[in-house]
């Protein structure tokens, strides 16, 4: 059993066999094979509980449906079925992502990394830069001058769509 | 991905550490960003960087692109106008894969539409500069285009691991390889080719480290095939002349579909290793 505890003190158990989708997890595993109960505990800090929570909801999800079978022998059905599944598990807000992009990264889940980049990169398609910038509290920074000349002009090509 | 902020203590229990003040993405490190990009469309990714000044050039860092005209906005000047631009910008950042599908319009003399045959040229000249930055997979699909010329550096960059070519044009005679000599590509896809002995020889002889080949809708005019570390073969609606005899040694994986019947015989010989096959053939 893991025990993963959160910056909230709520402590979440869950089987070795399930967290070892988590790649730093399996090599913290490995390399304490053999040893206490108690080795086996794993502080995620400065994050609040919804984010493990969530974390062990991909796991469970994912462990019944091993990669292997994700990918190759799958039935067309099944596939469909974690779409829709992943899908809906990805439909957040903005800050969640980033939480369990974070999270993903250093527990090092490569599936869960890219889905929720790629909900990231769906929430930012298609809108206005002042659109993103709300959304994602990105801040220009630019000055007048890069704001009205520079960046335009050396970004011309981008935007250009009328052709002779 | 990075590697993980963790700490391990003394009494044996690991702490990961997600540093995290302001609840928004200007927190996620460079390359998780770039990673987002490299999900939006080559032309989305582009324009973030009208967003702030730590996106301004972000994403000249995208390490996989992928260049598609079905999926672009504009005429096909247009599309040369922002690829050329695009690989021009990005200069020689890290590349992983270079991706372009660029089908050519069939009525070339119709009145309105444009004669893209004319910007063939600008695709060899992408794929150049594409194999300057050492890429690990390339995928080439383009359709009807007349004079196509590959680089010669497409059949002998040393870094390719993957490379998936499909062309249908009148004249295929061009795009086949004189020479070939690809010493890390693990996976090669063909679609649409025509193979002949000397052809397939070139090829096997040229990737020493072959291991997952993929013919589709191609020619099998070859009548053997020779290779100690092919692990997978896939024929998808191939056609033939006659006897094609394989002699693969460490085969696993065989995975034959026809949809037409042919009169191509596929014989197999020592293949010692063969453990799953899928057929589906209209007639063996």
Redesign the interface.
């Known amino acids: 059993m893991i025990t993963l505890i959160s910056s909230d003190k709520r402590k979440f158990h869950v089987l070795e066999e399930v967290a070892n989708q988590s790649l730093?997890i399996r090599d913290?595993i490995e390399d304490?094979r053999g040893?206490?109960r108690?080795?086996r505990?794993?502080?995620?800090?400065?994050?609040n509980s919804k984010i493990p929570e969530k974390v062990i909801v991909y796991w469970l999800r994912h462990f019944l449906m091993p990669e292997e079978i994700a990918h190759a022998s799958m039935s067309h059905k099944k596939a469909e079925k974690l779409k829709k599944w992943e899908a809906k598990f990805f439909d957040t807000d903005?800050?969640t992502l980033?939480?369990l992009?974070?999270?993903a990264?250093?527990?090092?889940i490569?599936s869960l990394?890219?889905g929720a980049?790629?909900k990231?990169?769906?929430i930012?398609?298609?809108r206005s830069?002042e659109e993103?910038?709300e959304i994602?509290?990105?801040?220009?920074?630019?000055t007048h001058e890069e704001e009205e000349e520079e960046?335009p002009s050396e970004?011309a090509?981008?935007?250009?769509?009328e052709?002779a | 991905m990075g590697p993980p902020n963790k700490q391990t203590r003394s009494n044996g229990e690991l702490t990961l550490s997600l540093s995290r003040n302001l609840p928004d993405l200007s927190t996620l490190p460079d390359y998780v960003l770039i990673h987002i990009l490299s999900f939006m469309d080559p032309k989305e990714a582009v324009q973030t960087c009208v967003l702030s000044k730590r996106w301004r050039n972000l994403w000249t860092c995208i390490p996989s692109l992928n260049f598609d005209k079905s999926g672009f906005e504009g005429s096909h000047a247009a599309f040369v106008h922002f690829v050329t631009n695009m690989l021009l910008f990005r200069g020689a950042s890290k590349l992983d894969t270079f991706r372009l599908r660029w089908h050519a319009c069939q009525k070339v003399s119709t009145h309105g539409q444009e004669n893209c045959q004319i910007h063939v040229s600008n695709a060899s000249a992408w794929i150049f500069s594409a194999l300057r930055c050492k890429p690990l997979t390339i995928s080439l699909d383009l359709y009807g285009f007349a004079n196509l010329q590959l680089p010669h550096a497409l059949f002998t960059c040393s870094s390719l691991e993957h490379l998936e070519l499909q062309f249908f044009d009148s004249r295929r005679a061009a795009t086949e390889p004189s020479y070939v000599n690809l010493p890390n590509l693990k996976k090669l896809n063909l679609r649409c080719f025509t193979l002949s002995d000397p052809v397939m020889q070139m090829i096997l002889s040229g990737c020493p480290l072959l291991e997952e080949f993929c013919l589709d809708s191609c020619s099998l005019n070859f009548s053997c095939m020779k290779s100690d570390l092919l692990r997978c073969l896939t024929i998808i609606n191939c056609r033939g002349s006659g006897l094609v005899e394989f002699f693969l040694p460490n085969l696993v994986s065989l995975s034959l579909k026809n949809e037409y019947p042919g009169k191509t015989k596929l014989s197999l010989k020592n293949t010692p290793s063969l453990v799953k096959i899928s057929s589906c053939m209209a007639q063996v």
């Open positions: 730093t913290v304490r040893r206490r108690a080795d505990i794993i502080l995620v800090t400065n994050i903005i800050d980033n939480d992009i974070l999270a990264d250093s527990l090092d490569p990394f890219d980049c790629e990231v990169s769906d930012l398609k298609n830069a993103v910038g994602s509290k990105i801040e220009n920074e630019f960046i970004n090509w981008v935007w250009r769509n052709f």
